[in-house]
């Protein structure tokens, strides 16, 4: 099943299976659930068709997208539900709403009697006499109530658009033969519903496609595969480097979400921005580059490309500070504020660190300086008082923030020297700092910097850390050499389990040697693991707090790349609560007003 959604409350309902999508309505029930009496008689089936599509086509229309996506001249809009349609030969009424009919119409309405009342007003500026309640004040009165009603009756029409859910389905064709479309209108809940519905249906048609047919297997205990039945889908390839010419290695990735939400967004639009995806990479001894792509539509694309003076290593988004952090690091009047906006911080080859302003495409570098020794950054992250880069001599190094709220690059940093091995990862934990050092993990405290503890993370000495991912009370560990993970508690530091992933990965490459864990990644309860094989294997974790071992046979991808995974980024909008209230959503969703018989809607997608 590609995807299945059942709605319950309403008697007009729709069913999304397979591919194809089915409209129907079911027999009225009483409170307690059971068929009513009259309903069984006559006997017939529970739920009535109305009409079924395949999904691929189905299309979704946005005000504003009409003219590009259907033939107005043969198009019938209905209301679902409605008794009466509207004909096709009436063209001049066949045009699409810009909101629900009756609101529309109310608002011609408004506009006609403003024309006459502004008519009238002319007419009484003529008046030679002084008279009562006929007078230009009062005419000027009428006008500016009449434009405030339009204004309010315009935000109506823009609140139901929120809720308004346009289908355009595939009709039989007319007596000569053409083709009609038939446009589907749904009233949802509220706005969140109707994104959430609109992305389900086009994760159903991406799911549909060859490479997801099946795109992962399960692993049996008998040497045995079997497709899930719920699994990620995969959505688009993409080149990450524009420069053609130029044989770039990846080096890091880093999401920035969306800040401003007049950058790929509409308030009536069935899909969120999901922000940008900065990708860094170069070749090694010469220079880097970056590129920025946007997740804001169906296909990402590159929107900025710019060069840095080397190879680029890793990455870090840091957020705007909170307000309780900005009231607690509050600065004197005459003292300038503390920076607003979020950053994004590259660590390079040639040991710089550059910090670059992250509001939306804006690529502004706030500020740059050098490592101790211009040793090489082979990681950074960040606390709410300091930034961490972990360098290649094994050296620590965090600078503090400043009175403007950047790193204080102009003071002496703080270098705390772990052992001659690389650090190759650290985890920021509330009161701590995890650092690795070789096969040697080294606690330090959030605060005073101080090391409080380390502890053997490896058997061997040549498996160094690499990465390191927090889940629950429990540290998820990768290793430079052989294909295991382990799993540590993050109080008592004890080892609490060790998956072999070699396990999973031979069911996709059967005859491979083992290989070895490249990135990690948690996300919605599953524990990404990427290997230099190219495969992507998903492992289940326990949501809730507490210790996160896995117990499930996890999945393998199908769909592999030609080198290692080199890293997981999760992109996900943080817009979606505040674009979509208005201020008369904030204390319930705002749906259809009522409608009248003609346009009455009996049914809601969710």
């Known amino acids: 099943e590609a995807a299945s959604d059942l709605t319950q409350q309403a008697f007009p309902s729709y069913l999304l299976v397979n591919h194809v999508m089915t409209f129907f309505f079911r027999r009225p029930m009483n409170n307690r659930g059971q068929l009513e009496i009259s309903s069984l008689v006559p006997l017939g089936p529970k739920y009535i068709v109305k009409w079924n599509s395949a999904l691929p086509q189905i299309q979704v229309v946005e005000v504003g997208q009409e003219s590009c996506t259907h033939d107005k001249d043969n198009l019938v809009i209905q209301n679902v539900g409605s008794k009466k349609h509207l004909p096709t030969s009436q ?105 959430s519905w609109v992305n389900r249906l086009h994760l159903a048609k991406i799911a549909l496609r060859e490479e997801n047919q099946p795109g992962w297997l399960c692993p049996e205990e008998d040497k045995k595969s079997k497709a899930p039945f719920w699994c990620p889908i995969l959505v688009c390839c993409l080149t990450a480097f524009s420069s053609k010419a130029l044989d770039l290695q990846l080096g890091a990735a880093v999401h920035s979400p969306v800040h401003s939400s007049l950058l790929g967004f509409s308030a009536i639009s069935t899909s969120l921005p999901q922000g940008y995806l900065w990708v860094g990479g170069g070749q090694e001894g010469a220079g880097g580059q970056v590129e920025i792509f946007s997740l804001n539509r169906a296909v990402p694309r590159t929107v900025k490309s710019f060069p840095v003076a080397s190879q680029v290593l890793c990455m870090e988004y840091i957020p705007e500070r909170s307000e309780q952090e900005k009231v607690e690091d509050s600065q004197p009047a005459a003292e300038p504020p503390l920076l607003p906006q979020p950053t994004i911080c590259l660590g390079l080859q040639d040991g710089s660190i550059l910090v670059y302003g992250s509001v939306d495409t804006g690529t502004q570098c706030l500020l740059t300086c050098k490592s101790p020794g211009l040793q090489p950054v082979l990681c950074l992250k960040h606390s709410p008082d300091f930034i961490f880069a972990g360098l290649q001599n094994g050296t620590v190094v965090a600078y503090s923030r400043n009175s403007g709220g950047l790193w204080d690059v102009a003071a002496e940093p703080t270098c705390l020297a772990l052992g001659p091995a690389p650090v190759r990862t650290l ?174 809607p009996d049914s809601r997608a969710s």
């Open 427 to 600: 985890l920021t934990l509330e009161d701590a700092v995890w650092a690795s050092c070789g096969n040697q993990v080294t606690v330090l405290d959030a605060a005073t910097l101080k090391a409080q503890q380390s502890f053997e993370a490896h058997p061997e000495e040549e498996a160094s850390v690499t990465h390191m991912i927090k889940a629950g009370s429990g540290v998820w560990m990768a290793f430079s050499s052989g294909s295991s993970i382990r799993l540590f508690h993050t109080e008592t530091l004890e080892h609490l389990q060790e998956i072999n992933v070699a396990t999973r990965t031979t069911f996709a490459l059967p005859g491979q040697k083992n290989g070895r864990v490249t990135s990690l990644l948690i996300c919605q309860g599953l524990l990404w693991v990427g290997t230099d094989q190219g495969i992507v294997v998903l492992l289940p974790v326990p949501r809730l707090e507490g210790i996160p071992k896995i117990t499930g046979k996890g999945m393998v991808s199908l769909n592999g790349h030609g080198g290692p995974v080199e890293f997981l980024a999760v992109a996900l909008s943080t817009l979606a609560p505040d674009i979509l209230k208005s201020d008369k959503e904030e204390e319930e969703p705002v749906a259809d007003p009522a409608p009248t018989e003609d346009e009455k």
């Open 91 to 195: 063209s001049s009424h066949n045009r699409v709403y810009l909101g629900p009919p009756r609101l529309f119409q109310e608002l011609q309405d408004l506009q006609k009697d403003l024309a006459v009342v502004q008519q009238i007003t002319l007419l009484i500026s003529t008046l030679h006499g002084t008279y009562q309640n006929l007078n230009m004040t009062v005419a000027q009165d009428w006008c500016l109530a009449l434009q405030r009603l339009m204004r309010v009756k315009e935000e109506e029409i823009h609140s139901a658009n929120k809720c308004r859910l346009r289908l355009l389905l595939p009709g039989k064709p007319d007596k000569s033969g053409r083709p009609i479309s038939v446009m589907v209108v749904f009233i949802t809940p509220n706005p969140l519903s109707k994104i």
